[in-house]
């Protein structure tokens, strides 16, 4: 025969175990989204670093050499930008895409303007913990209009760097 308090203390030991379950089943789901966002934040700077790579290379070559980017990003990024920090660019025009939301778009203009060490941006600025990145500021440099933003089409970043001799250039690829 089981005692009154036996009784009563196993409804509270089972709601006490489906408490525990469903902070662990909630835990499980924040540390996945967790690692997604850091997945997706080592992929951009896997492909900034990339760029960067490309850049010193063609730096070194022969002027007029040329290559075609083709990078894979993650698949909430909207644009790559560029801005002129070597002086080489004398269009003072700017190209940021009207792709991104109102709000996003000031964010974007923001950071651009204020920003004097930075020459990379990646859009939506929001998403990642780095908004801003630079690329050897002396050789890089967009070619036209200054910011440059590269429109990112499903999912490919795809832009043309070429040595123009002193500097290295980057454009759109068509």
């Not at 080489?88 to 004097?116: G, Y």
């Not at 908004?131 to 089409?153: M, R, T, V, W, Y």
């Not at 490919?156 to 068509?174: L, P, Q, T």
Request: glycine share 4%.
């Amino acid at each position: 025969m089981k005692k009154k308090g036996q009784l009563f203390a196993q409804p509270f030991i089972i709601i006490f175990a489906l408490i525990v379950a469903i902070l662990v089943v909630i835990w499980g789901v924040k540390v996945i989204f967790d690692l997604k966002n850091r997945a997706d934040f080592t992929e951009v700077i896997a492909t900034i670093a990339d760029i960067r790579d490309d850049v010193n290379t063609y730096f070194y070559l022969e002027q007029g050499s040329s290559k075609l980017l083709n990078y894979i990003v993650p698949k909430d990024t909207k644009c790559i930008c560029f801005k002129d920090l070597s002086g080489f660019s004398d269009n003072p025009e700017s190209d940021i895409p009207v792709l991104c939301d109102p709000e996003e778009l000031e964010n974007l203009k923001k950071e651009i303007d204020e920003s004097t060490t930075r020459n990379v941006f990646v859009t939506p600025i929001g998403n990642y913990n780095i908004k801003s990145h630079d690329i050897e500021k002396e050789i890089l440099a967009p070619f036209g209009k200054n910011p440059l933003c590269i429109q990112i089409k499903n999912q490919r970043f795809r832009a043309i760097i070429e040595n123009k001799g002193a500097h290295v250039a980057v454009s759109r690829y068509c």
